[in-house]
T-cell receptor, first 115, second 119 residues
């Protein structure tokens, strides 16, 4: 049961343009959402997060939008830079069957910025 | 160091052998996760430790996989009788609890992973 879905395995964007990465979830009890970025041979690193009580959070070139009614969030990167080329994972925080906080990750989207 | 530390960084083993992977989380982090990423795949949840609560083992793929954690410190992931399909990067991550408190980001800090190759 994939509760967090990233339906686009890859995305290519021209340098300077906007990159939009999408994520859908099924569990309405998720209360926090995060985006991670992963370079090859490195562990994922935190990028930006958003609480379920908000619909937008912005940090520099990165903005995350949350649409709770659609159970959809997106990450916007503008302007896109070559260093943004990486795999991006969406993650959602909820309560596990054991009553503890638990992060569930999507399968990732590989973003390639074309110079 | 201040980050999550994993060892070994690379492990090559023969099919059928047991392997043990180690994770040192960030001091004070009560939550610890193990994930794995097989080639071309996403992050696959394996197991989750939260303080002294019973671990969530729902992601372990078979009974050949087990993990332990001593209090809120080191964790070891053990794979018995390794198979070729176990080849992957095994990632450990830790964080504080309750990501919504005190303006926390809920950030999970990852180690660099242990790359396991089963021949």
């Amino acid at each position: 049961d994939q509760q967090v879905k990233q339906n686009s395995p890859s995305l290519s964007v021209q340098e300077g343009r906007i990159s939009i990465l999408n994520c859908d979830y099924t569990n309405s009890m998720f209360d926090y959402f995060l985006w991670y970025k992963k370079y090859p041979a490195e562990g994922p690193t935190f990028l930006i997060s958003i609480s379920s009580i908000k619909d937008k959070n912005e940090d520099g070139r990165f903005t995350v939008f949350l649409n709770k009614s659609a159970k959809h969030l997106s990450l916007h990167i503008v302007p896109s830079q070559p260093g943004d080329s990486a795999v991006y994972f969406c993650a959602a925080n909820g309560i596990s069957n054991f009553g503890n906080e638990k992060l569930t990750f999507g399968t990732g989207t590989r973003l390639t910025i074309i110079p | 160091g201040a980050g999550v530390s994993q060892s070994p960084s690379n492990k090559v083993t023969e099919k059928g052998k047991d392997v043990e992977l180690r994770c040192d989380p960030i001091s004070g982090h009560t939550a610890l996760y193990w994930y794995r990423q097989r080639l071309g795949q996403g992050l696959e949840f394996l197991i989750y430790f939260q303080g002294n609560s019973a671990p969530d083992k729902s992601g372990l793929p078979s009974d050949r996989f087990s993990a332990e954690r001593t209090g809120e410190s080191v964790s070891t992931l053990t794979i018995q009788r390794t198979q070729q399909e176990d080849s992957a990067v095994y990632l450990c991550a830790s964080r504080q609890t309750n990501p919504g408190l005190a303006g926390g980001t809920g950030e999970l800090f990852f180690g660099e992973g242990s790359r396991l190759t089963v021949l």
